[in-house]
């Protein structure tokens, strides 16, 4: 039987592991070729091991391993020649693009907004906004010239909807990624492009599992934050990838503009 992307090309940044890995895997069960990356190496200002080489090494494994084919590099989404390049060759050696899941993300924590570093505030604004943007902004362009329409998801977070404290640097990009999904989504409309945001509680990822999160969720601040409405403390990667899929498939052809919560009922409380 057919996947409900079979034919489609789908571009994923922070593919290596996490999120990105699983959705990467997910479109391509649903029949996506793939265009990955991801940084694979630490940034500045993130305490927690990022993702590596060989992480990015086991995501192609996976994706070939479903008889999909995949080209993935080590590319920075703050390095916009490096994206653009690797969505020409993506684009050059599948013949089109169609699904596009800006999904590379960090997180940091401070006491309060007033007391984060410039550092920190710089270096997510780059990451969690600007890279989305830089990300779009490579992918849009061979979209509309291959006429086929498409979908593009950008991955925000329940803090894109909500305050939270201890993250504002985050919270602010997250909500950053809502306007530029809006501002695209009636940009893009006239070229059958639609696009939306998801919008995840705590996620089973290392970005959420690892110790230097965990003393964050162990407090006060951090607990609030992470609250679900439904008996779960976090959702699984899959989760998210299967509301990607949905909305790249035909039966979210008429989606556009949508903020969409997979987050357990968080936003209800």
């Given amino acids: 039987m057919a996947g409900r992307l079979e034919g489609k090309v789908a571009l994923v940044s922070g593919a290596a592991r996490g999120q990105g890995r699983s959705h990467a895997v997910r479109l391509a069960e649903e029949g996506a070729d793939v265009i990955a990356f991801d940084v694979c190496r630490q940034l500045d200002t993130v305490p927690y091991a990022l993702a590596t080489p060989d992480d990015l090494a086991e995501t192609v494994k996976l994706v070939e391993n479903l008889d999909r084919r995949i080209l993935a590099r080590e590319a920075d989404v703050r390095d916009a020649a490096a994206v653009r390049a690797l969505v020409d060759d993506g684009v050059r050696e599948f013949g089109r693009l ?43 362009p061979a979209m509309i010239e291959a006429g086929n329409g498409g979908c593009i998801v950008l991955t925000s977070s329940t803090a894109g909807v909500k305050g939270m404290a201890g993250i504002g640097h985050y919270v602010s990009a997250k909500h950053g990624v809502v306007g530029l999904m ?3 989504a009636v940009e893009l409309a006239a070229h059958s492009i639609r696009v939306n945001t998801v919008h995840p509680t705590g996620v089973n990822t290392p970005m959420v599992v690892n110790d230097f999160t965990a003393q964050f969720t162990a407090t006060d601040d951090g607990q609030s934050n992470m609250q679900n409405l439904l008996p779960v403390e976090m959702v699984e990667a899959v989760d998210i990838s299967n509301a990607i899929v949905w ?18 009922g968080m936003l209800q409380r």
Avoid: H
Avoid at 102 to 120: K, Y
Avoid at 247 to 264: C, N, Q
């Fill in 98 to 140: 169609d699904v596009v899941c800006a999904n590379a993300g960090i997180v940091t924590f401070a006491e309060n907004a007033w007391s984060l570093t410039d550092e920190q505030w710089d270096e997510m604004l780059a990451v969690n906004l600007t890279g989305v943007w830089k990300t779009v902004r490579a992918a849009a």
């Fill in 182 to 184: 809006r501002t695209l």
């Fill in 247 to 264: 909305l790249a498939s035909d039966e979210g052809r008429y989606v556009t503009g949508v903020s969409l919560p997979v987050d357990a």
